[in-house]
């Protein structure tokens, strides 16, 4: 795997090294030693899949407040969707800024979003699926949410979404 830095201290697209042969190929896309000697935190406690039969599909802006903030590795295992992280560390030089990278099947790439960030993205394909790694399971009441179109962050999306849930439409501005 191969580590990339983002402009968000803490946001690492994380990237397949496959081996190739007459076979196919192969490649390691979680190893907790790899991810500890680059900085970062487990994701090995709970695995989500989200599947999403429409492209225009968004999901987000989600995470956990303490104390089960979470960090969470996201790969896209079918089709292509606009993944993005909103830093809402207080304190942070990078506080309500965001960054976003296109996760591919094809390409096996993850985004890796520390504690303290939000998370959404948008399908860019039909039939996409994402799989994400946790480093704390869920837990009910602990649940918190931004709208994908605040102000506060003036996330540059790709298109508008065809499809989103009440809720997420609902959120209140980010008060943070």
């Known amino acids: 795997m191969r580590f990339v830095p983002t402009p968000l201290p803490g946001v690492v ?10 076979r196919g190929s192969f490649a390691r896309a979680y190893c ?9 935190a487990p994701v090995g406690v709970q695995c989500n899949l989200s599947a999403n039969p429409q492209h225009g599909t968004l999901r987000g802006l989600h995470w956990q407040a303490d104390p089960a903030a979470e ?6 295992v079918r089709g292509r969707a606009f993944d993005v992280a909103v ?8 506080f309500r800024r965001w960054h976003a990278v ?14 303290g960030c ?15 790694q946790m480093s704390v399971p869920y837990r009910p009441g602990l649940e918190r949410g931004a ?11 790709p298109e508008a979404p065809r499809h989103i849930a009440p ?3 609902a959120w209140p501005d980010f008060a943070g």
């Open 13 to 22: 697209a994380v990237e397949l090294e496959p081996h190739a042969d007459a």
């Open 147 to 157: 709208r994908w179109d605040d102000p506060a962050f003036a996330i540059a999306w």
């Open 102 to 115: 296109e996760l591919d099947s094809g390409r096996g790439n993850a985004l890796y979003v520390p504690e």
């Open 118 to 132: 939000a998370h959404g993205f948008l399908t860019l394909a039909d039939d996409t699926v994402l799989f994400y």
């Open 71 to 76: 960090a969470k590795l996201v790969r896209c």
């Open 32 to 40: 907790e030693d790899e991810f500890h000697a680059a900085g970062l």
């Open 87 to 94: 830093d809402l560390r207080p304190g942070s030089p990078t």
């Open 167 to 169: 809720r997420d439409v």
